[in-house]
């Protein structure tokens, strides 16, 4: 059997990491000199609290080598493989650190390890996504390389976007990018970005939170063609993210289930990874069609 292991930063919620199975690597939390480990020493309700109410941002570190290595060797003693996705390494150095374990695993084992490692291009949901397709193709027999096949197949396939209620988080956190251009301009005014293949992109400025929300529904039937037209036409399997502000996310998720032919949601809550660069309020969705 192939177990499918991913970060923190892929946003899956315990119960769904649970019910498929999916091992998970702790990202590490940076509030000055005091280190958390995601989800395991600090709950998304003590982070957004930390975040609001600190002095220092915070920042977001990869695992360290033992982290991985503390997940994947249960599932090797008991005889599985392993197809390993990490965020993208244009974002973090979560992918490195994976090398490094299997390295030193292999090292001490003396030889090669049944450990498949993929350098993502995506994060949040788009990123658990993925997960979730490889589990099916391993639930249905798959070999290692073919789940690995599966989940970057849906590279073509996936959209990621968010709507922020401020800039000011993505300016702290150093990750403004192309959208440095907004600044000054931001006054009353929310940005919708894409996230995709490890780039921050700009897409527009609307005037409301309504207005954004709005734009989010209409990216769904015509998605952003950033890194070329997406694949699929079928029914849609999409996550609603949001950062502590379920009602929206809960009005979002009516919306497209009236809207839309619906195959898949995944309500997902963001997590640090995102949240300190995109702050409290934000709204995101990630999806894709068959």
């Known amino acids: 059997m192939v177990r499918v292991v991913t970060d923190s930063g892929a946003?899956?919620?315990?119960?769904?990491?649970?019910?498929?199975?999916?091992?998970?690597?702790?990202l590490q939390v940076l509030f000055g000199t005091r280190a958390y480990r995601d989800e395991v020493d600090l709950s998304n309700e003590q982070f957004f609290y930390m975040l609001t109410h600190e002095k220092v941002h915070p920042?977001?570190?990869a695992p360290a080598p033992q982290?991985?290595?503390?997940?994947?060797?249960?599932?090797?003693?008991?005889?599985e493989e392993i197809v390993s996705i990490t965020l993208p390494s244009g974002l973090s150095a979560t992918y490195s650190s994976a090398v490094n374990a299997k390295?030193?695993?292999?090292?001490?084992?003396?030889g090669e390890l049944p450990i498949t490692l993929i350098d993502g291009k995506w994060l949040s949901m788009a990123q658990g996504f993925?997960?979730?397709?490889?589990v099916r193709v391993a639930q249905a027999g798959g070999s290692r390389a073919e789940v690995a096949k599966a989940m970057t197949r849906m590279d073509d396939k996936l959209s990621l976007?968010?709507?922020?209620?401020?800039?000011?988080?993505?300016?702290?956190?150093?990750?403004?990018?192309?959208?440095?251009?907004?600044?000054?301009?931001?006054?009353?005014?929310?940005?919708?970005?894409?996230?995709?293949?490890?780039?921050?992109?700009?897409?527009?400025?609307?005037?409301?939170?309504?207005?954004g929300i709005a734009r989010l529904?209409?990216?769904?039937?015509?998605?952003?063609?950033?890194?070329?037209?997406?694949?699929?036409?079928?029914?849609?399997?999409i996550?609603?993210?949001?950062?502590?502000?379920?009602?929206?996310?809960?009005?979002?998720?009516n919306e497209i289930r009236a809207r839309f032919n619906v195959a898949e949601l995944v309500m997902a809550e963001i997590g640090p990874t995102i949240a300190v660069h995109a702050g409290p309020d934000a709204l995101g969705l990630a999806f894709y069609r068959e």
């Open 239 to 253: 996550s609603v993210l949001h950062a502590r502000a379920p009602e929206s996310a809960q009005q979002l998720e």
């Open 130 to 134: 993925q997960c979730l397709e490889g």
């Open 161 to 211: 976007v968010f709507l922020l209620d401020t800039l000011e988080y993505l300016k702290r956190g150093g990750r403004i990018g192309k959208a440095q251009a907004w600044l000054g301009t931001m006054f009353n005014v929310k940005p919708l970005l894409e996230i995709a293949h490890a780039r921050i992109e700009p897409l527009e400025r609307v005037r409301s939170r309504k207005a």
């Open 67 to 79: 982290d991985f290595i503390n997940t994947w060797k249960p599932i090797l003693d008991a005889g």
């Open 59 to 61: 920042t977001t570190s």
């Open 11 to 26: 946003h899956l919620s315990r119960e769904l990491r649970a019910k498929f199975n999916i091992g998970i690597v702790p």
């Open 217 to 237: 529904l209409e990216l769904i039937q015509n998605p952003p063609a950033t890194n070329g037209a997406r694949q699929g036409d079928g029914p849609l399997h």
């Open 103 to 110: 390295a030193q695993m292999e090292q001490e084992h003396g």
